[in-house]
């Protein structure tokens, strides 16, 4: 009884804060009707690009550590499988919602179009805090949250990976629970496993490493050299801690990074592998010697090339688009900017890498790590990094051109991209009404 009260409870607590929260969904959706309109998109299939295929809500009991159980809830979305197997990751946080899930099965729809990989797109995601557990009860939630979704995944069904807060440790916990389910030792069901479980060399720098290659592309298209140019990164997880060391690697001078609990400052240049070392020690990027602390606003509107928001959705809105002074905005994480901050944005001239093309390194190598797993034939990192540059530099080339014959923004030309190859596949199936 007390765990029903419980899960209604927290749906209760749910439908609140989404009702506080801008829908993310309806942003997608938004990006997804400006693109489909300026490319004259058949409206059959837009109607049937505007909702997932299929959405999945689980329950998942967990016995935690006091010896209660407590009822967490899941869910996966597959967006769409016109070209191929849905694909997407798991997000472990406590403002998990299912229209957050909805928009990042749809931006991984894109996204997978935008690299060229035979993929659809799928999302995950747990209404949980993983900081508040300990590894036993987390270990417990993801194998029961695996079993759960276990009859919709599969290597030619759908393939989860990490997300924020999930990691590759996680990705074995999931891999074993599907292989005892399934009686099978297949390697492509999860990607983003440890090594040691046929995970695949560079999938851990995968996604920072395809935005460094990108930015790369970008500052030789606007003529910024990027030896004494400066970066700014907001999250300092995987995608952003990465994204630093690689933009640093390039020449760029880190004069600011930021994790939940604030950021660091120093204009002077912060070494990105040391200030990783303090958060790992200390838990935060805050106190490093020699910064000044500054917040996750302000660290958005600082003088820099390169802005790289690499944490949660909708941190650049219409209220501070205006205030941004970043030449070029590399969006490491799914969301970051709003639809009217985009066309403020676009309207000052601030070149805006999109999601669905800044951080589809991740995926791309996700990708390479299911084929190789197929094979059962395994790639050296030099090799990996090698054929992820190349659909990289392509996808930015590709989108560049669109952007430029059709006149509009990035992220609507990498949708009109995205969206006709997505199309294409979707007509020569005859799937649409
Ligand atoms: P992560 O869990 O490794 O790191 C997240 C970071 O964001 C942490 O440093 C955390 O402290 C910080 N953070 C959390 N809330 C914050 C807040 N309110 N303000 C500032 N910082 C905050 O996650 P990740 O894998 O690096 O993912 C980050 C983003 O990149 C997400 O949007 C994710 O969807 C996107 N992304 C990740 C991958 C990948 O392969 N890891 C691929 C594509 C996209």
């Known amino acids: 009884m007390t765990n029903q009260i419980d899960t209604f409870e927290m749906l209760q607590m749910q439908l609140e804060k ?19 309109n300026k490319m004259n998109l058949d409206p059959n299939i837009l109607a049937r ?15 935690m550590d006091n010896g209660a159980v407590k009822v967490f ?40 179009a935008v690299a060229g990989i035979p993929y659809g797109g799928a999302k995950g995601g747990v209404i949980c805090n993983p900081k508040e557990m300990s590894e036993g009860e ?24 990490p997300d924020v ?33 046929w995970g695949s060399e560079g999938r851990g720098e995968a996604t920072a490493r395809g935005l460094s290659y990108i930015v790369e592309e970008a500052a030789k298209h606007l003529n910024i050299n990027p030896s004494g140019a400066t970066a700014a990164v907001q999250g ?52 490093f010697p020699n910064t000044e602390f500054i917040s996750n606003e302000d660290l958005l509107e600082l003088e820099c090339d390169v802005l790289v928001p690499a944490a949660l959705e909708e941190v650049i ?45 991740g995926v791309t190598v996700s990708y390479f790590e299911w084929v190789q797993g197929l094979c059962g034939y395994f790639w050296s990192e030099d090799k990996v990094n090698r054929r992820l540059k190349k659909l990289m530099v392509k996808a930015f080339g590709e989108t560049l051109k669109v952007a430029q014959r059709a006149k509009v923004d990035n992220r609507t030309a990498a949708y009109i ?14 799937i649409w009404p």
Not at 49 to 63: C, D, F, N, Q, T
Not at 417 to 430: D, H, I, Q, T
């Open 417 to 430: 991209y995205a969206l006709s190859k997505v199309a294409k596949a979707m007509e020569v199936r005859g």
């Open 165 to 197: 807060y999930t990691n590759p440790k996680i990705m074995g916990w999931y891999i074993d629970t599907y292989n005892k389910i399934t009686n099978s030792a297949d390697y492509s069901t999860i990607t983003g496993k440890p090594i040691d479980l």
């Open 49 to 63: 690009l505007k909702e997932p295929e299929r959405v999945l809500m689980v329950s998942i009991p967990v016995k």
């Open 18 to 36: 989404d009702a506080n929260k801008i829908d993310v969904f309806e942003v997608a959706q938004i990006q997804l009707k400006k693109a489909a």
């Open 138 to 161: 987390l270990e417990r939630l993801s194998r029961r949250y695996i079993f759960e979704i276990s009859s919709i995944i599969g290597p030619r069904q759908d393939i989860p990976a």
């Open 317 to 361: 809105t219409k209220k501070n688009a205006k205030d941004i002074k970043a030449k070029i905005i590399a969006e490491a994480a799914n969301g970051p900017v709003t639809p009217e901050a985009d066309d403020i944005l676009y309207q000052r001239g601030v070149f805006i890498i999109p999601d669905i093309l800044a951080n589809s390194g």
């Open 73 to 112: 809830t899941g869910f996966r979305s597959q967006y769409n499988t016109a070209r191929g197997p849905a694909k997407g990751g798991v997000r472990y946080h406590p403002d998990v919602t299912l229209d957050e899930v909805k928009a990042l099965s749809a931006w991984m729809t894109w996204k997978c």
């Open 236 to 287: 300092y997880g995987n995608a952003g801690s990465i994204s630093a060391k690689l933009l640093s690697e390039q020449g760029y001078k880190i004069i600011a990074v930021s994790d939940s609990k604030g950021g660091a400052y120093n204009p002077q240049g912060i070494d990105p592998l040391q200030i990783l070392d303090h958060k790992n020690k200390t838990g935060s990027v805050r106190n």
